[in-house]
């Protein structure tokens, strides 16, 4: 089976096999651990986590990231012309709610902030940006890696943002004024997450 598999940790044996879920690029749980959200070719599917059922398949364009809010009522995934948007839903009704452009190729990675209010991306075009989730608005573009970004992720209190790069480089960023307060190097290799 080459799709999305739940496995219980203590006894390592599959409990759920989710049919239809080949040409998975990422996962996420839901806050509460009922819905699993997938980025499965070019669209993103919601799935009961008890029974395995496909609740919602949304419309994404390709797409190989995804994301739930922090409170579980919003969804976002890349997407869009050439996986160079994020395209962001209501989970309750599955309608679309924002679509964000600025990033000029493909989006590897995206991260809500600990509070919900802003969303982080990586991408192709070795640049990171922040987006307002209120209103769609970008609200400050991260630059200095001089590699694709692969990852994004938020500190607990949100205040940093580490971003992990083929430039063999993760990099802390402040998320208030977009300084780079760090490049941490030693990697030999690409660093994923």
Do not use: C
């Given at each position: 089976?080459?799709?999305?598999?739940?496995?219980?940790?203590?006894?390592?044996?599959?409990?759920?096999?989710?049919?239809?879920?080949?040409?998975?690029?990422?996962?996420?749980?839901?806050?509460d651990?009922?819905?699993?959200?997938?980025?499965?070719?070019?669209?993103?599917?919601?799935?009961?986590?008890?029974?395995?059922?496909?609740?919602?398949?949304?419309?994404?364009?390709?797409?190989?990231?995804?994301?739930?809010?922090?409170?579980?009522?919003?969804?976002?995934?890349?997407?869009?012309?050439?996986?160079?948007?994020?395209?962001?839903?209501?989970?309750?009704?599955?309608?679309?709610?924002?679509?964000?452009?600025?990033?000029?190729?493909?989006?590897?990675?995206?991260?809500?902030?600990p509070?919900?209010?802003?969303?982080?991306?990586?991408?192709?075009?070795?640049?990171?940006?922040?987006?307002?989730?209120?209103?769609?608005?970008?609200?400050?573009?991260?630059?200095?890696?001089t590699?694709?970004?692969?990852?994004?992720?938020?500190?607990?209190?949100?205040?940093?943002?580490?971003?992990?790069?083929?430039?063999?480089?993760?990099?802390?960023?402040?998320?208030?004024?977009?300084?780079?307060?760090?490049?941490?190097?030693?990697?030999?290799?690409?660093?994923?997450?």
């Amino acid at each position: 089976y080459s799709g999305i598999s739940i496995w219980n940790v203590d006894g390592w044996g599959e409990i759920l096999a989710f049919p239809g879920s080949q040409d998975t690029k990422s996962v996420d749980f839901s806050p509460d651990g009922t819905l699993l959200a997938s980025a499965t070719g070019s669209t993103v599917k919601l799935w009961d986590v008890t029974n395995g059922a496909e609740l919602l398949t949304l419309p994404a364009g390709p797409t190989r990231t995804v994301a739930f809010s922090p409170d579980g009522h919003t969804l976002a995934a890349s997407g869009g012309v050439a996986g160079q948007e994020i395209k962001v839903w209501d989970v309750e009704s599955g309608a679309e709610t924002l679509t964000l452009s600025g990033h000029s190729n493909w989006i590897n990675s995206i991260a809500f902030s600990p509070d919900g209010q802003t969303l982080a991306s990586g991408s192709v075009d070795k640049s990171i940006r922040l987006w307002d989730m209120t209103n769609g608005r970008q609200l400050r573009t991260f630059t200095g890696h001089t590699d694709q970004v692969e990852n994004v992720a938020f500190s607990p209190d949100g205040r940093l943002l580490a971003s992990a790069s083929w430039d063999l480089t993760v990099r802390l960023w402040n998320v208030a004024n977009g300084d780079q307060l760090a490049a941490l190097a030693g990697h030999t290799e690409w660093i994923k997450s």
